[in-house]
């Protein structure tokens, strides 16, 4: 017994190597697929195969990753991985106990497949019960004992939720006649949790959230019926219907009463339609009241808590406040004329003029361009009565921020200057709903290395050769080694010495039933395509293999788009990416006196931020 226990923390504490040493390979070469390190690692043993590894990958990288390459998302992730609780689990060391409950729950559930089918398609999912089985359920489905038990599954109990039908879901009664649902137990804890997080833990939201939606419409209902009852209604100055206090909002100026319903509608043709001017109230940026007067207009406006409780109604409720709240805030800085840098995702934005100290701010002429810096000179020299014109203007003016002073836009101008070359241009959102990492150069997401303006034909290219990639590759059960087929017969032997079949991914080895080259058809056929007399696998041949393919890169395509925000989208892909989101970056702004001026000090100086350690070590005077 207590070698059992040894050998158990032996092989615990070998896993925790292991995954450190995987999450060190992950940051250092984030473009790789994390199962080449996983066959490296097991491949070179010792203390010194973190090192071998790394080696192995900087000599020869192509011939180790066989084009198992990261897409450019996930690309993104690897590199902001930092130890080994932020790598999926699907990617890291599994431990044995894992690993047996897995094969065990899916041998008994695909008691029609081969068990070296099952372990083959483990191997090549790194033993993930959530990935491999949609595969062993496609491969299952094409048995004929599938066609015969779908045949006499169409008088069982049917589900509207295939999460319902899980093989490992147990419904049981409750004392008051419900159906309450739990998971069969696997022996293993991390398996369990996994089956509960993906497989019950959505059930359990799914029907808290209707439950949820049946007590608030028998809520509602109940609480109409009782204030019926007791002839406290209120009418509504909008649509003139009867409601209870609950579902109520006051004008701010009149006290009208506005139900909730007509706040919604008010809101929704004020973002979806085209009510925007009329609905809101642009100077104090809220809703208007709709209420019928005799002047056919009411002042005042629906407060903002009240309008979030309206809006909140419906289960669309705060995604559309949110938006009515973006809404606002991008009018606020439009009107405002603040230099920006946005957020290419969503709304958010931070002015670029940041406080300076005195001092702070260096500056000198352009001597790289000395003709530019001539012929804005003479521009300036040309335009100087209309400038002294204009200082007299600022001077006797009251308003100064319709007439600034031209010291303070020169100031200005260079301020933004620097900023513009010291702000690197990785810019991080800080909305707590999006917090992307963008570029705001060629307003895209950060990757690193980042590239701007990187065509996404090339990304999109690529994302689509890594699904086609991995679709084909085949694991070996016995020793972890992938590889791809490029030309040959689908009996396939690993250099371990293990015999599997390439289409099924059957063992065909002695340890396996020993059926070798019997496992394929031996008939004589007088036309290409299938054989009419047996079942088997084709020797040559692979009918599904181009059709996995296709599917595998379409899908690939459309999990992409819809990342990116392209579905629907076709022709010229880069200029979907580059053109598609100008005025997002920085730089967006109006022509005003205040653009000219920074235009024409971009053009003449050069600026640079000094560092603050000198600015603090000159005497003051």
Excluded at 172 to 184: C, I, R, V, Y
Excluded at 417 to 434: D, G, K, W
Excluded at 592 to 621: H, I, M, Y
Aim: aromatic share 10%; hydrophobic share 35%.
């Amino acid at each position: 017994m207590a070698n059992v226990y040894d050998q158990e923390n032996a092989h615990d504490r070998q896993l925790v190597e292991l995954n450190g040493e995987l999450a060190v390979l992950i940051r250092i070469f984030p473009d790789v697929l994390p199962d080449v390190f996983r066959e490296m690692l097991l491949k070179f043993g010792g203390e010194s195969r973190l090192e071998i590894v790394a080696n192995q990958l900087l000599k020869n990288e192509d011939r180790w990753v066989n084009g198992r390459w990261r897409t450019a998302v996930e690309r993104t992730e690897a590199s902001d991985a930092i130890d080994v609780s932020q790598i999926p689990e699907a990617d890291l060391f599994r431990r044995n106990s894992y690993k047996w409950a897995v094969k065990a729950t899916l041998l008994q559930e695909f008691k029609t497949l081969n068990q070296s089918t099952v372990k083959a398609v483990l191997a090549e999912q790194n033993h993930s019960y959530t990935l491999a089985r949609p595969i062993l359920k496609k491969i299952a489905s094409k048995h004929w004992r599938s066609s015969v038990s779908k045949f006499f599954s169409r008088w069982a109990r049917r589900s509207e939720d295939a999460t319902e039908r899980h093989p490992m879901m147990r419904w049981t009664k409750s004392a008051d006649g419900f159906s309450l649902p739990s998971l069969k137990v696997t022996g293993d804890p991390e398996l369990d949790h996994e089956l509960h997080k993906t497989v019950l833990a959505p059930l359990y939201a799914l029907h808290k959230a209707q439950q949820e939606a049946r007590d608030w419409d028998l809520a509602v209902q109940t609480n109409l019926e009782e204030a019926e009852s007791a002839d406290a209604l209120f009418e509504c100055g909008c649509c003139f219907s009867s409601t209870t206090f609950e579902r109520i909002a006051e004008c701010s100026a009149s006290a009208h009463i506005i139900c909730y319903s007509c706040v919604s509608s008010s809101m929704n043709e004020a973002l979806f339609g085209q009510g925007w001017d009329r609905n809101i109230h642009h100077d104090r940026s809220l809703l208007r009241c709709m209420a019928l007067t005799a002047n056919d207009s009411c002042a005042g406006c629906i407060l903002p808590n009240a309008t979030q409780r309206a809006v909140y109604q419906s289960k669309q409720g705060p995604q559309i406040f949110a938006q009515f709240e973006s809404r606002l805030a991008e009018e606020a800085l439009t009107q405002a004329q603040v230099p920006l840098v946005r957020c290419s995702v969503c709304s958010y934005a931070e002015a670029t003029d940041l406080y300076h100290p005195t001092g702070t701010i260096q500056f000198h002429i352009n001597m790289k361009h000395p003709f530019q810096v001539f012929f804005h000179t003479l521009l300036v020299l040309g335009l100087l009565p209309l400038l002294f014109l204009y200082m007299l203007l600022s001077c006797f003016m009251p308003n100064p921020t319709k007439f600034p002073y031209l010291p303070s836009l020169f100031q200005t101008a260079l301020t933004r200057l620097a900023n513009q070359q010291q702000f690197p241009p990785r810019f991080q959102c800080r909305s707590p709903t999006c917090s992307a990492l963008t570029c705001t150069n060629c307003s895209k997401p950060w990757r690193d290395p980042h590239t701007c303006f990187e065509s996404e034909v090339v990304e999109l290219r690529t994302t689509i050769e890594a699904a086609r990639t991995a679709a084909l590759k085949r694991t070996c059960p016995r020793c972890g080694l992938g590889f791809i087929k490029e030309s040959g017969c689908n009996k396939l032997a690993c250099v371990c010495g293990y015999i599997m079949c390439y289409v099924c991914r059957q063992g065909l080895g002695p340890m396996d039933g020993g059926e070798e080259y019997s496992h394929f058809c031996q008939h004589f056929r007088y036309e290409a395509g299938r054989c009419r007399e047996c079942e088997k696998c084709d020797l040559y041949r692979n009918a599904d293999e181009d059709a996995l393919v296709k599917a595998a890169g379409l899908e690939a395509e459309r999990e992409w788009r819809e990342k990116q925000g392209l579905m629907g989208e076709k022709g010229n892909l880069q200029k979907v990416g580059v053109e598609g989101r100008k005025g997002k970056g920085n730089g967006e702004e109006i022509w005003t006196l205040q653009g000219w001026v920074d235009w024409w000090v971009q053009n003449v100086f050069v600026c640079s931020l000094r560092p603050q350690e000198l600015v603090s070590d000159q005497p003051a005077k």
